[in-house]
Structures are given as C-alpha cells and as structure tokens.
C-alpha cells in the first residue's frame, strides 16, 4: 500500500502542470468569451430579422385567416337573422381591416 503512495504522487505531478496550465489559460480567455458572447448576443444578423419577420407576418396571415372563418360563420347567423351575430361580425371585420395592412400581398403571377 505503502509503495503505491509515490507512484500516485509521481502521477499526479506529472499530469498537474497540464491542469494548471489549461485553468490558467481559461482564466485569460474568459473575458474575452463573455464579451464575444454578448456582442453576438447584442447583434441581430439579416437572416435572423428575416426569419423572425416571416414568423411575425406567418403569424399575422394565421390570424386573419382565423378571423375569416369566424366572419364566415357570422354571416351566416346574422343573415338567419341573428343581431348579436351581426355586432359580433361587424367587430371581426373591423379586426381584419385593421390586421390586413400588416401581412404583404403577393404579386399576382400568370
């Protein structure tokens, strides 16, 4: 047991340096990782605005087509003659009138 003592201590000596030379160099480096980090944080690239105004104008065009499909609906009940149906309808159009600007329209192709 005794004799297993030195070579544990030769061991670890040897490899001890390594450890202490790469803490040391994380050390130095760290500062510059955190500024890097942020600065990369702090920046939005142009496919990363693209990607988030094509989610934003997706989300749009999924709401209106939600809102056209409840109008559809109230149309028909306000046309059996349902007035709480009208109120309702004319409230939902005015949504779509004011959500219709937000999503792009696509250019008419042959």
């Known amino acids: 047991m005794r ?3 030195p070579l544990l201590a030769l061991g670890s000596s040897i490899l001890l340096p390594g450890c202490i030379a790469r803490t040391a160099l994380d050390v130095v480096t760290a500062p510059v990782k955190v500024v890097s980090k942020a600065a990369d944080l702090a920046t939005t690239s142009q496919s990363e605005a693209d990607e988030k105004r ?3 104008i997706r ?3 999924e709401q209106l087509g939600k809102l ?3 109008r559809e609906k109230l149309a028909d009940k306000c046309d059996d003659g349902d007035s709480s149906a009208c109120r309702d309808l004319e ?4 949504e779509m009138r004011a959500l219709s600007p937000a999503v792009p329209v696509e250019p ?3």
């Open 108 to 110: 008419y192709r042959r």
């Open 68 to 70: 056209d499909r409840k």
């Open 3 to 5: 004799a297993l003592f």
């Open 59 to 61: 989300k749009r065009e």
């Open 54 to 56: 094509g989610r934003e």
């Open 91 to 94: 409230a939902v159009e005015a």
